[in-house]
C-alpha cells in the first residue's frame, strides 16, 4: 500500500473541521476498497501492500491486520524522527486495514481475465482519487509518507529515501509471497497524475498540490 507526501493543514475559508473529518473518512475507506480490487486482481499490487500481502502469507493473519500492524510500527518510527501525527494519521492506521478486509469479504475472487483488469483499472483509479480526497482534508498525512518525509530531512532526497524504502518494502514483501506484477507497473506509472488530477477537487488549501507519490 503506497502513500501520499503532502501538508495540507491550513483551516478552510468557510468549511468547518467537520466537514474534512467526514473526506477524510470517506477517503480513507475508499482508499482499502481499491487495494481490495487491488488484491482481488492478482496482478500486482504497490510496493507497501506487496510486503503487507507477504507478511499476510507468511503469518496466516489477514492482509487488512498486517496492514495496520505495519501501520503501528512506522507510526512508532516517528517519534525519534521528530515527526508529529494528525488525527488523519491515526485514523488512517486503522481505517484502510479495516476496510480492505471488510471489501475483500464481499469482493468475490475471479479467474476471468477481464474481470480481473477490470478490477486492477478500477482499483487504481479508486486508489487516486480516494488519495485525492484524504489528502485534501488535510488533517495529517500517512504513516509511510510521515516517516519518509522524517528521513528525508537535512541533504538527503525525498525521492532517493522514498525509491530506497519501496524498493526494499517490495522485495521482502515479494520473498514473503506478496504478488508483484503488470499491476505493479501500472500503479507506479499512473498513481501521480491521477491523484494531480484528483486533489484540486477535493484539496480545502488552494496552494499548488505537493505531491511526490502514491500511498497511505
Known sequence: MEEPTARRDAAPAGKGRTVRFVQLIAGLVLFGASLALLVRSELGLDPWDVFHQGLSVATGLSI?????????????????????????TVVNVVLVGASLDAI???LP??????LRWTYLVSGILLNGVATGA???????????????????????SIRVVRTAIEVSVLVVGWLLGGTVGIGTVLFALSI??????ALPAFSHDRRPPDRTGGGS
Do not use: K, N, S
Not at 505495519?70 to 494528525?86: C, I, M, N, S, Y
Not at 484524504?134 to 538527503?156: E, F
Not at 501521480?192 to 488530477?197: A, Q, R
Open 64 to 88: 487488512g491486520v498486517c496492514t495496520i500492524a505495519a501501520g503501528v510500527v512506522v507510526l512508532l518510527l516517528w517519534f525519534p524522527l521528530h515527526q508529529r501525527p494528525g488525527v488523519g
Open 104 to 106: 475483500l469479504l464481499v
Open 109 to 114: 475472487e475471479t479467474d476471468d481475465v477481464a
Open 134 to 156: 484524504y489528502i485534501g482534508a488535510g488533517l495529517g498525512p500517512g504513516p509511510r509518507d510521515g516517516l519518509m518525509v522524517g528521513l528525508a530531512r537535512g541533504a538527503r
Open 192 to 197: 501521480g497524475p491521477i491523484v494531480h488530477l
